[in-house]
């Protein structure tokens, strides 16, 4: 049987290929092989970061690991799945849910063609790529709500300053598949407690936006507001007011600072829908002890947000959203906007250059590197190969060993185990190779004992008060 099958199958297969080839080979040359871009080469140059990135130095590394398992611990404890996708997508998937109007899509977004002539971007951010895992990998079947977390690099093409990058990094926690308001506060408290658990002093500030309908009516007032004051708002309000005017709330310009303060307030347009679950998310932090601040002016610059908006702030620094540590907010309509049934959703993303700034400008202690517990010393090459062989040993049972294996001098190796206040030093000159030994020195007070190489590793460990079991 399954001889007789397997011959159609190869007729079928080698059709196609015969039919294509010279489809293919017909294509007009300009479109089969596009023009390449000449990229001048200097002969001789020294290189620099593209304008924007940012290496992430050694200096920084424990910063970065300390934020990254409290991340994770977070994610364990409140049970979320990490997610990775790719940082290039369509960029239709931005313009689709963050928005044609939005900042990030219309002036800050890395849009190129491919070499297929494919339009794609490197995401500004990546909950718009979360939802179009969840509707692409059929995760609407799992039990609701799917708990997604990720940690990665996003995408803007902004003015660089401290702590604005165009390369930058976002940890997010989504949860998509359930509209209660127990999500929302969930969501603000482990943003919340993401900093305060790194030392990092914070504020929430929360709004609700509501619901497309509550904002058509809020929007129209807005506009009317705005408009009998057009004589003293800025220009850039004045552009906002046609395009998007929800964001001339974002305005920072002095002149407009009284008109902002008296405008309309969305609250007062929230359907009683919206209200009682703003309501809800408010009683639940306040039940929570996470403290937040009401502030109708945050409105946030991506277009996919309902109800619930907040964000981050440090204690003491300036409020507003140039200074946001974390942005967030429920997204009940995003995933039936990327083409799915209507799921709720809500998530936050804390950007991680920020949180590194406080952590670095507040002195913040975070676990370092483990101190190396003996220094292994050598004296000459057969000497060196022995002391190799010990190191290795020495890892294998668990012991962190320093060592400057490519140094000649007993002295200047003593005197780097000394500033690093290692505790102990095994020493291994001729003598000892002769003798098969290793001398143990307690580098406090100096006494030195000589003992069997094969047994050194154990002598140390109970030395170390590692093993208490009689050698
Ligand atoms: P957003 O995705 O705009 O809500 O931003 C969420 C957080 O990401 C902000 O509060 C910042 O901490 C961080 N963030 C956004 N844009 C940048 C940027 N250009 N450089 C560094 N961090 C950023």
Redesign the pocket.
Known sequence: MPQSKKKPMLKKAAAPAKKVAPKKSAAPASKAAPKKEEVKIPAKKQFQLVR?MKDVLPRDQWYWKAMYDKSQQLAIDYGFDRIETPVLEEAALFMRSVGKQSD?VEK?MYVFEDRDQEKVALR??A?ASVVRAYLQHGMWNQPQPVKLWYWGP?F?H?R?QS????????VGFEIIGDASPVIDAQIIQMAYLFYTELKIPVNVQINSIGMPEDRTRYKMELVQFYRSHRGEICETCKVRLMKNPMRVLDCKEPQCQPIKTAAPQIVDYLSNESRDHFMKVLEYLDELNVPYFLDHTLV???DYYTKTVF??VTTDGEQG?Q??????GRYDLLVEEMGGKPVPACG????????LIQLRERQIDVPGAPAPQVYVAQLGDLSRRKAMLLFTRLRAEGILADQDFCKNSLKSQLESANGKKIPFAMVIGQKEVQEGTVIIRDMDSGVQETVDFNKAPQILKRKLGLDSAAV
């Not at 702590?163 to 976002?170: A, E, I, M, N, V």
């Not at 200074?323 to 967030?328: E, R």
């Not at 936050?348 to 949180?355: D, K, M, N, S, Y």
């Open positions: 924007g990030i800050e500004p951010e909950t996003m803007r902004e660089p702590g604005r990058q165009r390369q930058f990094t976002q946030r610059g991506l964000e981050i959203s200074t946001a540590l974390c942005g967030g936050t993303a804390p950007g991680l250059e920020r949180a």
